[in-house]
C-alpha cells in the first residue's frame, strides 16, 4: 500500500492545493484517517447535534437553463407548479410545531415583481405566525442587491447560493455562456449576501463532467476564502432531459461520486470547523442512508422534504431523487431514530445559526 504521511498532513492548519488533492484521492486507510479526523473536529466544534431545516420547495419554474438541471427553462416535459402562499405557510406551522427551528425555502430562479412580493409576503407572514422563531434560509438565485435587503428585512435570516463550481471555465461548461449564467454575476451576487448581513451559504456539484480533483479542491480554498458560513455541497446525477446527459460516458461511477461527495464534506469541515455543513438529498439518491454518512464525517444540518405531497415528483432535479411514501411526522421519528443510532440527537426547536457566522 502507499504510505503517504497522512496524519501529519491532516493536522496542519492550512491545506494547500496539491495537499488537498492527494486528501481528495485518498482511500483504504487514508481516507479512513481522513473521516476519522473530520469526525473530531466536527465533535470539538459543533458536537453531535444535527440541526432541521424543513425543505419547501417552493416552485419549479426557472428563468435559467442550466444544462445539468431537470427543472431548466428550455425543458418542456416537466409539469410546472408554483405553491401557494397557504400551502408554504402550511408547511412552515408544521415545522414550526415540530420543533424543526428552520426551514429552507427553495425555488426555480425568477426575476418577476410579483415572484419578488409573494416571497416578501411570506416572509412576514411566517414572522408573524410563529413570533419570529423560525429561522428562514432562502434559496432563490440571484436577485438584486435590493430584493435582497428587502427579504433580509422582512425576515430571512440566511441565504445558499451555490457556485456551481468555483473555475469559471468549469463554469462555462455547465451553464451558457450568456448575460444570464454569467460567473462575475454569480460572485456579485455571494458578495451581496454577505454585505446585506445574511449567513451566507455556498456549494458545488461533485463529479461533474470536465471536473478533476484539482478543481474540487480549489473549490474548498474558495468556500475558505470567502469565508462562508454553511455550505450545501452534493453529488452530480444526470438527468435525461438536460444537455449534460450527453457526457454521461465521461463520468465517474455513481459510487466515486459518492465517495468523493463525503470527502469533500469531511476536508471543508477541517478548513471551516465551525460553519454549518448539509448532508444534501443528492447524497441520500446514491446510497439510501448516505445523509447519515455524511454526519459522520462532518456535516451537522438535515433538510428533510416538508414539500406538500403532490408536488415533489415534480421539483426532479436529477435522476432517483429520493420522494418518501411515508407521512411527514412518521419521516421525522424514523429519522430521528436513524440519528440515534449513529450517536446524534436533532436540536428539536433550536435554529442552529452558523457558530462561524456568531463569530
Ligand atoms: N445533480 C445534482 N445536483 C443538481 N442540482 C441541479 N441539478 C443537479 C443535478 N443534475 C443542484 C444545483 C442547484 C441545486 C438547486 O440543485 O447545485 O444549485
Ligand atoms: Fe434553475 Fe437552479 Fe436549475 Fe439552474 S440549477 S436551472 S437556476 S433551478
Redesign the pocket.
Known sequence: MNQTPMPSILHKPEFSQAELVQLLNASGDEEKALFSYASEVKQQHVGNTVYLRGLIEFSNICEKNCY???IRRDNTSTHRYCLTNGEVLEAIRFAHENGFGSVAI?SGELSSDAFIRKIDFILKEAMRMTNREIGITLSCGEQSEEVYRRWFESGAGRYLL?I?SSSEELYYKIHPKDETHSFTKRLNALEALKKTGYQTGT?V?IGLPFQTAGHLASDLLFMKQFDIDMCGM??????TQTPLYKNRSELIPLQERFALSLKMVALLRILMPDINIAATT?LQSIEKNGREKALCVGANVLMPNITPKQYRDDYF??QNKPVSQQSNEDDLRFLEQQLKNIGHEIGYFKQGNSKHYRK
Open positions: 445539468y438541471c431537470g427553495q451555490r456551481e456549494g456539484m452534493g453529488p452530480y446525477i444526470e438527468h443528492a432535479l436529477y
